[in-house]
């Protein structure tokens, strides 16, 4: 039993040696113990550059007994849910920190307060250009190094509760939106070009 329990903390000493060599940080050494609510209603459907999102975040008062003394930093997410991931590799959850894509979008950052534990709270206009898709918010907890220690997030652990979607026009649409306007216009001035030409071909035909 010893020997297992010895071999187990080599194990977990080796490991972090090889994050803090290799300058990586993996999702699951992350201590869950943040408490973090969004505003919309599950299901609910944001307008990008109108909707609003009210997000609360703080610390679990029960768990973070000596734990939150490393934390420097709180930085709030917007995150795709696993729904918007499905066919777009750009979108994909990674276990290394730095090449996931699941949380792109930042919300907030705020110096974090250890004297005062208080529930923060902030409302965020959603960017214009923000992609339509299915989300949720994370909140991450930075040491002094910018790395990430802690984090907690308004869905469950397998992102598929208090989920709410956001419209906007993409880059796609919007030229789809620019092709059928000069379309219209070429039309419009094609009908008009077709007019004038039958009016002048009536009025010759009168002088004869």
């Not at 110096?111 to 534990?117: I, M, R, W």
């Not at 993409?170 to 009016?199: C, P, Q, W, Y």
Request: charged share 25%.
């Amino acid at each position: 039993m010893e020997a297992r329990t010895h071999l187990l903390l080599v194990s977990l000493l080796l490991t972090c040696l090889i994050q803090s060599i290799n300058g990586t940080v993996l999702f699951s050494s992350l201590k869950k113990t943040l408490v973090v609510t969004a505003s919309p209603k599950p299901g609910e459907v944001l307008k990008a550059g109108e909707g609003k999102i009210r997000v609360s975040w703080g610390v679990n008062q029960t768990l973070t007994a000596g734990t939150d003394s490393a934390y420097k930093t709180i930085k709030v997410k917007l995150c795709f849910a696993p729904i918007s991931q499905v066919d777009r590799p750009w979108r994909k959850t990674k276990e290394e920190l730095s090449k996931d894509k699941t949380c792109q979008f930042n919300i907030v950052s705020n110096p974090y307060d250890s004297a005062n534990k208080t529930v923060q709270t902030h409302e965020w206009t959603i960017e214009r250009d923000l992609p339509t898709g299915t989300y949720f918010v994370r909140a991450y907890a930075l040491d002094s190094n910018g790395d990430e220690v802690a984090y907690g997030q308004s869905t469950d652990a397998m992102k598929s509760t208090n989920l709410f979607e956001i419209q906007s026009i993409t880059g796609r649409h919007m030229s789809l939106d620019i092709a059928s306007i000069v379309f219209s216009a070429f039309s419009v001035v094609s009908l008009f070009g077709f007019f004038l030409n039958e009016k002048r071909k009536a009025k010759r035909s009168q002088e004869k």
